[in-house]
């Protein structure tokens, strides 16, 4: 076995500030390792939000990201960590990337060339190391990743959060960024996710719209790596011309949620995660909808406890938080 | 910070959209309005001069740039799908999936004789700052302006001037240095409407801008000083702003560098304004 594998919610996904508070402290109560709040131009303020979520906790760490270095610049990102380390101290982590190309030109910003953005995105980071490093702020910087020019840069960062699900999407991506399970950075699975005991439909339509977020962000590359070219790329069209992923849903296979997405159920979890362990992944991240409800939380909380016993009983995962199970 | 502060109103002024992508301004104000609910103004404005220069920026048509960023705003906090192909932004279909819980009130932080209409047309508040002779003008053009739409009641004028409690020889010539940046960073426009001519400061906004402020507050005259700052012991401060409330201003923001100590500085001058 690999190191310890750490657990994360993420937030900041269709819900209104009060309840990512309330579900951020439900998560820190539960025991999740981290809260990862998350920054996308058509929703709330990641920054702002992260605050908020720092002010109602007081030991979960938490991820600000994928913060877009083609929508802030360097200092901008700079300002914003030094800021939060200035009100709460060490909590907190950075995932940069390119962002969602589709998203970006939604709000004007259109993505280089390849070849061009890398050298931007490594700059980026760079140049925020460097102004944290001057300013006494320590923090771990993760590389958001899914399509092969932002994977090649991989091994420049602390750690790397792969938009994949699927255990041989996650390999295919390990392998060609040249990582190893035993050094290097370390590589986590940021992925929409629905963990459950019993299945909510309106909930598993969520997923589903989730993974459809995901699909149509996924490079022609590495749609056709996995054969699944023909079965996303034409819809992308029909995405481009609505304003919402939902209107579009209905052309979507189903599928899409069992290929861009952790959803199952809590007996499923432990083969999942073992698999996930097996190829050196350190941190899952449950998206949406894993958030939905106070309920969905404590659901994947108990998946988690009872994941780990069966996965490694000798050194089950211990829960930081008050509620027992 | 306004987490730690639940009574009191908060605005940040100001923020610009040649800075920062119109949807980021509107989200973040959205998140900063649900943690301060009722309590959140958000200002706008262009930028200071230098620090769009420093940052590379240009802003060629400010008056278009800040009239556009105000529609757009309440447009995608109405909940719209907005495409916009302006000269400012550039928006296709785009949906907010996060809306605020109540209007959320936006204060121009403007200066010239254009910008100034503007605010008083579209905005539903102005933040003001420059020398009194200045803001004299300044506060008539806009009221006039939001009267003519007829929300001269609703519409609120803020000024926000550098403001130090002096206690000691050394802390004139911090004033100096604090009004050697104000000068730096103001149009001509403005330095006519207020009388100043551009020759007063033409050495200290080259200074500025070849050295450093420090040795551009070296040319810093005592009637500039007093133009571009209020500075004084703690009554002397006080009558600048009730002045400034005749001339109709309805908030006054304290702003840097207060004094040293702070908070000393501060309390005094609020003392002072309660008891006068």
């Known amino acids: 076995m690999g190191k310890r594998l750490t657990f994360g919610l993420g937030v900041n996904a269709n819900e209104a500030l009060k309840e990512i508070v309330e579900k951020s402290a439900a998560a820190e109560a539960l025991g999740l390792d981290y809260v990862w709040v998350a920054d996308s131009p058509v929703q709330l303020y990641g920054p702002a939000v992260a605050s908020a979520v720092a002010s109602a906790t007081s030991k979960v760490r938490i991820g600000l990201g994928l913060m877009s270095a083609l929508l802030y610049t360097p200092e901008q990102i700079a300002r914003v960590m030094k800021s939060l380390w200035d009100a709460y101290g060490n909590r907190f982590e950075l995932c940069i990337g390119a962002g969602d190309k589709r998203q970006l030109r939604r709000v004007g910003v259109h993505m280089s060339p390849v070849e061009n953005l890398a050298p931007k995105i490594l700059g980026a980071k760079e140049r925020i190391q460097s102004i944290l490093h001057d300013t006494g702020v320590v923090t771990r910087i993760w590389l958001g990743a899914q399509g092969p020019a932002m994977l090649r840069l991989a091994r420049e960062f602390d750690g790397v959060l792969l938009n994949y699900s699927r255990p041989n999407m996650i390999r295919w991506a390990i392998k060609f960024a040249g990582l190893r399970k035993t050094r290097g950075p370390e590589m986590g699975v940021y992925a929409p996710a ?132 | 910070m306004m987490l730690r502060i639940p009574d009191k109103k908060v605005g940040i002024g100001v923020t610009s959209p040649a800075v920062h992508n119109i949807t980021t301004i509107a989200r973040a104000a959205v998140t900063l309005s649900g943690i301060t609910p009722r309590r959140f103004r958000l200002g706008l404005g262009v930028g200071g001069l230098q620090d769009l220069s420093k940052l590379g920026v240009t802003s060629e048509r400010p008056v278009g740039m800040l009239r556009d960023a105000v529609r757009c705003l309440r447009r995608i906090w109405a909940g719209e799908t907005l495409t916009v192909e302006g000269e400012s932004f550039e928006l296709q279909r785009y949906f907010a999936r996060y809306q605020p819980r109540y209007r959320i009130p936006i204060y121009l932080g403007v200066r010239g004789p254009k910008l100034l209409r503007l605010a008083g047309r579209i905005a539903d508040g102005v933040l003001l700052s420059g020398p009194v002779s200045y803001l004299k003008k300044a506060i008539s053009m806009v009221r006039s302006e939001a009267a003519e739409r007829g929300t001269r009641s609703d519409f609120r004028v803020v000024v926000w001037t550098p403001t130090l409690v002096m206690r000691r020889k050394s802390d004139r010539g911090r004033a100096k240095v604090v009004a050697a940046t104000v000068i730096a960073d103001t149009p001509l426009p403005v330095l006519q409407m207020a009388g100043v001519s551009d020759d007063a400061v033409h050495i200290i906004k080259r200074l500025a801008r070849e050295s450093d402020y420090k040795t551009a507050s070296d040319h810093v005259t005592d009637v500039l000083l007093d133009s571009f700052t209020i500075s004084g012991n703690p009554e002397q401060i006080t009558e600048v702003f009730q002045s400034l409330e005749e001339l109709g201003a309805d908030e006054i923001v304290f702003g840097p560098p207060y004094g040293h100590p702070v908070l000393r500085s501060v309390n005094e001058v609020v003392e002072a304004w309660e008891s006068a």
């Open chain 1, 194 to 325: 629905y963990v459950h005991f019993k299945p909510e439909s309106e909930i598993l339509e969520l997923a589903k719209a989730s993974s459809a977020v995901v699909a149509l962000g996924t490079s022609a590359r590495v749609l056709r790596q996995f054969e699944m070219y023909d079965k996303y790329y034409e819809i992308r069209k029909a995405a481009d011309m609505s304003p919402t992923v939902e209107a579009i849903l209905g052309e979507l296979p189903n599928e899409v949620v069992e290929d861009f997405s952790v959803t199952m159920t809590a007996t499923e979890l432990p083969s999942y995660l073992a698999q996930l362990e097996n190829l050196g992944v350190t941190h899952v991240v449950f998206g949406y909808p894993q958030n939905y409800s106070t309920k969905t939380v404590k659901d994947l909380a108990i998946a988690l406890r009872l994941a780990s016993r069966k996965m490694q009983p000798e050194r089950a995962w211990k829960s930081r938080g008050r509620h027992k199970t």
